[in-house]
Structure formats: C-alpha cells, structure tokens
C-alpha cells in the first residue's frame, strides 16, 4: 500500500500563492503519472494538473499561466506551486499517482481564497 500525504494548504487572500507538496512513500522514478485533483463542495472532483513520467505536464484551462506542477524525484514529492489565486480555487485538493494499474490518493488539503 502506498501512502501520499498532501501538505501545504490553508486560508489564503485573492491574489496571493501557496506551495502544495504531496510525498509518496514509494519511490516515484517509475510512476506512470502524478497529478493534482480539487474538489469544491457540491461539486465533482476534477482535474487540475497533471504530470507524466516523461515530464509532459497538462492543466486545466481554469488554472493555465497561474499554477505549475512540479516533481522532485529525490524526495519522493509532487508540487503544485498556485499563484494569482481567486475565490473559486476555494476547494479540496487532491495528490494521485500511478504506478501501472495502481492507483492512489491522498487524503487532500483544504484550499480556501477570500475575496
């Protein structure tokens, strides 16, 4: 079983940043894909960046120019560096990774923007 535990969130104001950090008790030098999910209240989890093995990145056009994910394969950890921030990144968010067919989560980190 693989753990990912998630880091970095808080009560923050528009316009302002913050730094998630997401650390995998496995190694990630072979993950398939890593990636970062929110999730506001009533709302379905979605996708807001994500990260290949091969480095390609990909971001939800919400989130474009304003959030860079990165990976740190010596400390085992995903980030997600959020800039620019408005009241509707307000959300839960969510470290997952895969290995293969092997899929995880993490337990999420609140995210709240006041205006």
């Known amino acids: 079983q693989v753990q990912l535990v998630e880091s970095g969130g808080g009560l923050v104001q528009a316009g302002g940043s913050l730094n998630l950090s997401c650390v995998a008790s496995r190694s990630i030098t072979r993950v398939s894909t890593m990636g970062w999910y929110r999730q506001a209240p009533g709302k379905q989890r979605d996708v807001v960046a994500g990260l290949t093995r091969g480095g390609t990145t990909n971001y939800a056009d919400s989130v474009k120019g304003r959030f860079t994910i990165t990976s740190n394969n010596a400390k085992n950890s995903l980030n997600l560096q959020m800039n620019s921030l408005k009241p509707e990144d307000t959300a839960i968010y969510y470290c997952?990774?895969?290995?293969?067919?092997?899929?995880?989560w993490g337990q999420g980190t609140q995210v709240t923007v006041s205006s």
């Open positions: 997952r990774a895969r290995w293969g067919s092997e899929s995880y």
